[in-house]
């Protein structure tokens, strides 16, 4: 695309998506990514950023505007579909923070990708399972071209024509197959060498032999060729193999891309005093590093200059912002709010506080890989009892009329070896799990495209097998039930809520941003000065005004009774002003866990706050079990107690101090607002101010389980009467063809009510 | 019954050349951003100045 074409107009004016299909990010200058920067041979370098926040053509023409507008910018491309940006340019023209400043100020909230984390895009399997796909389509399309003839005309077709027929299938269904087969021949190959049994096995052989049966039937000019059977199988079953692929795949990118967020970058000071923007994880004990406000801690540190505050909601829970100072330590994952601090390293990365929850997040997730699908417990089924059948057809049909003989029994038809080997295969062939490959794949699909449209990012197809078996929610309070942050809870007439806002404006105190999310926009006010840890203090229409807290703004004020967050306004000589804050409910919480416990599920609050606080959150919830003043092991242990008590857990949390729950539970979620490694330990991500897409998950669950259930069953039934038709040697091509085609469309079918099924929320 | 001769080549043929459309598209990366090329089509190249007569 070229520069020229992106003139500016009003919607580039607006900050973020120009539709309003999503809300901009927070004003905050672009992280450095100078660490990312990948170096090609011809002077040309290579950034790839993910992009949040990127939604329609206005987004993509005002970030690669943006971009191409930057001097020395050779080309800038965005996917959509992954939001990765990727922008090269001429060494040495701009400086790579140039770029993420530039996707800041358009209102995008940009991260580098960690090279190592960001690398393949493309999905090279499911690419392979593509051309294999197509592949056995195109082959099962035309082999119908000859197959049909014969099923239809074979009276009045002479020998000579169905043979040729014959051949003209095999010239395409072997090559064909043989290509198309490949991912189930290495997969059941794989098995075998280990000494296991899979579904493959069964698939590749029931093509093999059905290949190797065809072709001598048609060598040697007789009536039954199964060329079409073959295609038709291959194809349905890498339908079911290139869905399944992709749900597992879209969760590995999510992965990924919550990973990749991770790399986060630090501003070292060298020992000459110049400051270098550095990956966070080459960082090493004893090192200096500055910390701008707004930014994250990024790892374990102590204060060497400088007075701030932090929020540390997402490590504790707490709402209220702590102070520090000089000689305090700070954990990595706060986030300075005040002033630039200058901090000095006391852990190496692998030791902080957040690298230590990584890993019991990964002890949780072992333990989760325990769990077996329901498809895998039907494929352990399947296999020895198809086989099993098989072959005794053959050792039936073979030794069968002798033995009967024996006993005076005639009438059973002598076929020979050839007879025999021709029913079994015919049992393999229709037994085929084409329906049983379709049968959970088709139904997670549908189940997980349904979530998406209402704002629900379901993050695996077996996330949602676990979540219809919950039997409790576990519900962290603070981001959680609550919205997270404080909500102005005094009445004040509009005049004094204006001025106090003036001084508000001037501060990036959560208490302040509350007070002028209240306000509404205005002006701010003047010769502002900001006091970490107190307040701040100005001119509002030339009179002497001070916000804070009540020993900075009113020293005489009695101390009030309740321990809410409050912030003291005093304007002039006018008498100070008390205003207090309350972490509000999410506005359908109280419907929510009504909802819940009306579909038999034990509701729970497990918190990190103060004891009062997570009471009264709970009683206006209408939650009656609570735990306060838990740890993040602690968290743990709760859920540990309780899966000991044979309970399935779901756990709903946001926090970093809740990631290493969310891990352990039996199936988990995040509000989109979450800390990176949170939606990462979670199963499903969840956006919006509401809890109801919690409702919608677990119901669209419970019905996809149930589809997934139904659609077994019908295989079961359908095999319980093909296989002895099968055995007893009256299936041909046309019938072979029928009740595979039959069989996949009705588990499909089936798997698509979900589409219609009602939702909670209408 | 001659005619078969022609025809069956013919429409392997075909099907054979949308199978090879299918694979080329999916090597020259055209699936790789479905949603983006769906909003592409919005944006106005044609801001470009007219190519002269």
């Not at chain 1, 040309?44 to 950023?49: I, K, M, Q, R, T």
């Not at chain 1, 922008?87 to 995008?108: Q, S």
């Not at chain 1, 072709?215 to 079911?240: I, K, N, Q, W």
């Amino acid at each position: 695309m070229d520069a020229s074409a992106l003139k500016a107009d009003a919607a580039d004016a607006l900050i973020g998506c120009p539709s309003g299909l999503s809300v901009a990010a927070p004003a905050t200058s672009g992280v450095d990514p100078s660490a990312f920067v990948r170096a090609n041979d011809d002077g040309v370098d290579a950034l790839e950023l993910l992009v949040q926040g990127a939604r329609c053509a206005g987004c993509i023409r005002k970030i690669e505007g943006a971009m191409l507008a930057l001097p020395g910018v050779r080309d800038a491309r965005l996917n959509l579909s992954t939001g990765r940006l990727r922008v090269t340019w001429t060494r040495g023209r701009i400086e790579p923070r140039a770029i993420t400043d530039a996707v800041a100020n358009a209102g995008y909230a940009a991260t580098a990708f960690d090279p190592a984390e960001g690398q393949k895009q493309i999905d090279e399997e499911g690419r392979r399972l593509l051309r294999a796909l197509a592949v056995a389509a195109f082959a099962s399309m035309n082999v119908m071209m000859f197959s049909v003839p014969i099923w239809t005309g074979d009276q009045d077709m002479g020998g000579s024509t169905r043979t040729m027929m014959h051949w003209w299938s095999a010239i395409v269904a072997v090559p064909a197959a043989l290509y198309a087969g490949q991912p189930f021949f290495r997969s059941a190959f794989a098995a075998l060498r280990r000494g296991r049994t899979n579904m493959d096995v069964p698939i590749s052989l029931a093509v093999v032999l059905t290949l190797g049966m065809s072709l001598f039937e048609t060598a040697t000019g007789r009536h039954h060729a199964y060329f079409d059977s073959v295609c038709m199988l291959l194809f349905l079953l890498l339908v079911g193999r290139y869905l399944d692929h992709r749900l597992r795949e879209k969760a590995r990118t999510a992965a990924r891309d919550l990973l990749a967020m991770q790399a986060t970058t630090a501003v070292r000071i060298a020992e000459d005093g110049v400051a270098r923007a550095v990956a966070a994880k080459s960082l090493r004990t004893g090192d200096t590093i500055s910390l701008a406000a707004g930014d994250r801690v990024p790892v374990d540190s102590v204060i060497l200059d400088g007075v701030s505050e932090f929020d540390c909601a997402m490590l504790t829970g707490e709402t209220l912002p702590v102070p520090a100072r000089v000689g305090d330590t700070v954990h990595a994952g706060a986030i300075n709010l005040t002033r630039p601090l200058t901090l000095r390293v006391t852990a190496p990365v692998e030791s902080s506080l957040v690298a230590q929850l990584a890993r019991l997040i990964e002890i949780g997730e072992q333990g989760r890989a325990r769990f077996v699908r329901i498809a895998d417990k039907a494929v352990a089924l399947y296999v020895p009892v198809v086989h099993s059948l098989a072959a005794a057809t053959f050792l039936g049909w073979t030794f069968g009329p002798q033995i009967l003989a024996r006993f005076g029994i005639t009438g059973m038809a002598e076929i020979g070896v050839h007879g025999a080997l021709m029913n079994a295969v015919a049992v393999l062939i229709i037994t085929c799990p084409c329906a049983l490959g379709l049968a959970v794949p088709a139904v997670q699909v549908v189940a997980t495209g349904r979530l998406f449209k209402r704002g629900v990012l379901v993050k695996s197809g077996d996330a949602l097998e676990r979540l219809a078996q919950i039997d409790t929610v576990v519900l962290d309070k603070t981001g959680t039930l609550t919205l997270g942050k404080p909500h102005l809870a005094t009445a004040l007439d509009a005049d004094l809520l204006r001025t106090a806002a003036a001084l508000a404006r001037c501060s990036r105190h959560p208490l302040s941003r509350a007070l002028v999310e209240a306000a509404g926009p205005g002006k701010p006010a003047q010769s502002p000065q900001e006091f970490p840890g107190e307040g701040v203090a100005g001119e509002i229409d030339g009179v002497h005004a001070r916000l804070g807290r009540r020993a900075f703004s009113a020293p005489d004020a009695p101390e009030s009774d309740d321990d809410a967050a409050e912030l003291w306004f005093a304007h002039g000589d006018a008498a100070p002003v008390r205003m207090s804050f309350v972490d509000e409910l999410r506005p359908d919480a109280k419907a929510v866990i009504q909802a819940l416990q009306q579909r038999g599920l034990a509701v729970e609050v497990l918190s990190g706050d103060r004891t009062v606080a997570v009471a009264e959150a709970a009683r206006a919830a209408g939650v009656t079990r609570w735990v306060a003043d838990t740890r993040p092991a602690e968290k743990v242990a709760h859920l540990e107690t309780l899966r000991a008590a044979g309970r399935k857990v779901f756990m709903v949390g946001d926090g970093l101090n809740d990631a290493a729950a969310l891990a352990a539970a039996h199936a988990s979620a995040s509000p989109g607002t979450a800390v990176e490694v949170s939606q990462a330990a979670s199963d499903i991500v969840f956006t919006g101010a509401h809890l109801a897409p919690l409702v919608d998950a677990i119901d669209t669950a419970r019905a996809a389980q149930k589809r997934i259930t139904e659609n077994l069953a019908f295989s079961a039934l359908y095999n319980a009467i093909a296989v002895p038709i099968a055995a007893l040697g009256y299936v041909t091509p046309l019938i072979a063809a029928l009740a595979m085609a039959g069989s996949s469309l009705m588990v499909t079918v089936n798997a698509l009510r979900l589409q219609g099924m009602r939702s909670w929320t209408s | 019954m001659d005619i078969i001769a022609y025809l069956i080549p013919a429409a392997l043929s075909l099907g054979a050349m949308g199978l090879a459309a299918f694979l080329w598209s999916l090597r020259a990366n055209q699936y790789e951003d479905l949603e983006g090329a769906a909003h592409r089509i919005l944006l106005d190249d044609d801001d470009l100045p007219p190519p002269r007569a």
